[in-house]
């Protein structure tokens, strides 16, 4: 089945480690995108890609960082430096020909807590 | 940005239609209305979209005014299992940066 795939579920990190949450998506879709989502509240992008070794800081970057070696993975490392990283994290992803019109095609999502 | 504004939360009983509306005052030219559902702890799935006037497809009905400052999605007879917060997002057009997803609206459906 086409989709996009995150893991892990659940993780835990101590304070002071850094992490990294992959996502994979074998849609064939040019742009990737990662949110976070704290409890109650909306997505906030923190950062999107439209191409292979291109990507674009979203209005939480801080902290954050990805890469975009293969169009179909874009894994965000939670570094040491963002300060309250517990939160649910999304990965999402649009084909370049709709990606204006906000048709995007989320994962399950990874649910991150510092211990 | 495009800005949206959705009421925090509502109810309604089974077999009720159900009608959300969001505002968007600043909507652009170019901006698609696209809305999402999200059950606790997955991704926001993707339910109606439109650009003006009305739209309607298996789940849904989404209502564009003509000034387009604003859109309801309609929801018909729910169920137990449309409990979930449902977003309105308003796109400008550039890939994505710029989409902007509020709190959203929680919908309890009661029996």
């Known amino acids: 089945d086409g989709g996009i795939t995150q893991s892990p579920k659940y993780l835990f990190r101590k304070e002071g480690q850094n992490v990294t949450l992959s996502c994979e998506q074998n849609l064939n879709h040019d742009a990737m995108y990662w949110y976070r989502q704290d409890p109650g509240q909306g997505l906030r992008l923190i950062y999107y890609?439209?191409?292979?070794?291109?990507?674009q800081k979203g209005d939480i970057a801080e902290g954050y960082s990805v890469s975009r070696e293969k169009k179909e993975s874009f894994p965000l490392t939670v570094t040491s430096a963002q300060k309250n990283p517990t939160a649910f994290y999304l990965c999402?992803?649009?084909?370049?020909?709709?990606?204006?019109?906000?048709?995007?095609?989320f994962g399950e999502g990874s649910r991150l807590t510092v211990l | 940005l495009a800005k949206t504004t959705q009421p925090i939360s509502m109810d309604s009983y089974e077999g009720q239609e159900v009608n959300i509306t969001c505002s968007h005052n600043n909507i652009a030219t170019n901006d698609y209305i696209t809305w999402y559902q999200q059950f606790p702890s997955q991704g926001p799935r993707f339910i109606i979209q439109?650009?003006?006037t009305k739209v309607t497809n298996e789940v849904a009905s989404l209502f564009i005014p003509a000034d387009r400052k604003s859109s309801t999605l309609s929801l018909p007879r729910v169920s137990l299992s449309d409990t979930a917060v449902y977003y309105c997002?308003?796109?400008?057009?550039?890939?994505?940066?710029?989409?902007?997803f509020g709190p959203g609206t929680r919908l309890s459906v009661l029996p």
């Open positions: 999402a992803s649009s084909p370049i020909d709709t990606a204006n019109t906000g048709e995007l095609f």
């Open positions: 439109g650009y003006k």
């Open positions: 997002l308003v796109g400008d057009g550039y890939y994505g940066q710029n989409f902007v």
């Open positions: 890609s439209q191409i292979v070794n291109d990507f």
